[in-house]
Each structure stands twice: as C-alpha cells, then as structure tokens.
C-alpha cells in the first residue's frame, strides 16, 4: 500500500505566496509521475501542474508564471510553490503519482490540503 500526504495549505490573501508538500511512502519501488490537482467548490477537479521522473513539467494555462512545481526522488517528495495567489485558486489541492510497486503501476492520491485565497 502506498500513503500521499499532503501539507501547507492554508488561509492567505491575495498575492501572497504558499509552498505545498507532498510526502509519498509506503511500498515504492518507483514513482513515474506526480502531480498537483485541485478541486473548488462545486467544480470538477483539474489538472494544476505534473512532473515526470525526468523533470519534465506540464501546467494548467491558469498557473503558468505564478506556480512552480518540483520532486525530490530521493525524498519521494513533490512540491509546489505558489505565488501571485488570487481568490481563484481556492481550492483542495490534491497530490497524484504514479507508483510501480514490483508487479505493475498504481494511481494514487492523497487525502488533500485546503488552500484559501482571500481577496
């Protein structure tokens, strides 16, 4: 079994900044992909940043310029540095990856952070 824990939300005004955490463990051999989604309030959940083994990253058109996203392989550690926060990005952020655990690859999420952007 794997666990994704994710930290650092919170209640912020807007533009200012928040780094979110994500802490994988658990039975890993490898991680392929991780991302960073988000659901708001009576909407579906999207898509905000992914980064392969590699360092490869993609980001929602919303986010570009303003978050950052990162992994630590040794760490099975994903990061995501927000900034230039605005009242649109209210949302429960939830950690993805992508888990090869000997036999085969799973999906895996975490249980959430809320982050709040106040105007």
């Known amino acids: 079994q794997v666990q994704l824990v994710e930290s650092g939300g919170g209640l912020v005004q807007a533009g200012g900044s928040l780094r979110l955490s994500c802490a994988a463990s658990g039975s890993i051999f490898s991680i392929l992909r991780m991302g960073w989604y988000r659901q708001a309030p009576g909407k579906q959940r999207e898509l905000v940043a992914t980064?392969?083994?590699?360092?490869?990253?993609n980001y929602a058109d919303s986010v570009v310029g303003r978050f950052t996203i990162s992994r630590d392989n040794a760490k099975n550690a994903m990061y995501l540095q927000m900034n230039s926060l605005n009242p649109e990005d209210t949302a429960v952020y939830y950690c993805?990856?992508?888990?090869?655990?000997?036999?085969?690859?799973?999906?895996?999420w975490g249980q959430g952070t809320q982050v709040t952007v106040s105007s």
């Open positions: 993805h990856a992508e888990v090869f655990q000997g036999t085969g690859w799973s999906g895996y």
């Open positions: 980064i392969s083994t590699g360092d490869n990253t």
